[in-house]
T-cell receptor, first 111, second 111 residues
Framework: QKEVEQDPGPLSVPEGAIVSLNCTYS??????FMWYRQYSRKGPELLMY????GNKEDGRFTAQVDKSSKYISLFIRDSQPSDSATYLC???????????FGQGTTLQVKP | EPEVTQTPSHQVTQMGQEVILRCVPI?????FYWYRQILGQKVEFLVS????????KSEIFDDQFSVERPDGSNFTLKIRSTKLEDSAMYFC?????????FGSGTRLTVV
């Protein structure tokens, strides 16, 4: 079993849709969970940073962590064409340890 | 907003040559990292660096690789004798304990 699994997509939605992106993981030691956005040939850009289980909201973005199910989600409300990118989940057992990334989900938001 | 700066943005080198990739982390961060991403694949951890020494390294980070913090601002990754399979995007990251900030990357092409 892979340490972090993420459906690579691609995922195509119309503008204004709610987008749900998900990752599962196998290592129960993971405590810190992140979502990054990556445009083609650019570096990952941090969107959401959460510790342990629970929800976190920032504007149109909501991150959810369910440690009991080893499942994390990112929701994007009112999606825009500018949200078109690859979304990477990443996690670590500590706040300074190595990050383990998912494969990334490619999202296209059509006008 | 503080950012991680990487140079060069693109480097082409011949197989067997040495390359040095350079990074300027965020000034008040204490933890530094190198990751790489082969085209179409996951972002992979290479090495972490804290207090002027390597704190963790992956299996990829063999004797061909080394890191250095030559002064108070730069952080470098050296590949001694490049191979074709070293062709990838190399990302530097730094952390202050509340998320990891990545640079825009250096695209290394080994020919």
């Amino acid at each position: 079993q892979k340490e972090v699994e993420q459906d690579p997509g691609p995922l195509s939605v119309p503008e204004g849709a709610i987008v749900s992106l998900n990752c599962t993981y196998s290592n129960s030691a993971f405590q810190y969970f992140m979502w990054y956005r990556q445009y083609s040939r650019k570096g990952p850009e941090l969107l959401m940073y959460t510790y342990s289980s629970g929800n976190k909201e920032d504007g149109r973005f909501t991150a959810q962590v369910d440690k009991s199910s080893k499942y994390i989600s990112l929701f994007i409300r009112d999606s825009q064409p500018s949200d078109s990118a690859t979304y990477l989940c990443a996690m670590s057992p500590s706040n300074t340890g190595k990050l383990i990334f998912g494969q990334g989900t490619t999202l296209q938001v059509k006008p | 907003e503080p950012e991680v700066t990487q140079t060069p943005s693109h480097q082409v080198t011949q197989m067997g040559q040495e390359v040095i990739l350079r990074c300027v982390p965020i000034s008040n961060h204490l933890y530094f990292y190198w990751y790489r991403q082969i085209l179409g694949q996951k972002v992979e951890f290479l090495v972490s660096f804290y207090n002027n020494e390597i704190s963790e390294k992956s299996e990829i980070f063999d004797d061909q690789f080394s890191v250095e913090r030559p002064d108070g601002s730069n952080f470098t990754l050296k590949i001694r004798s490049t191979k074709l399979e070293d062709s990838a995007m190399y990302f530097c990251a730094s952390s202050g304990g509340t998320g990891y900030t990545f640079g825009s990357g250096t695209r290394l092409t080994v020919v």
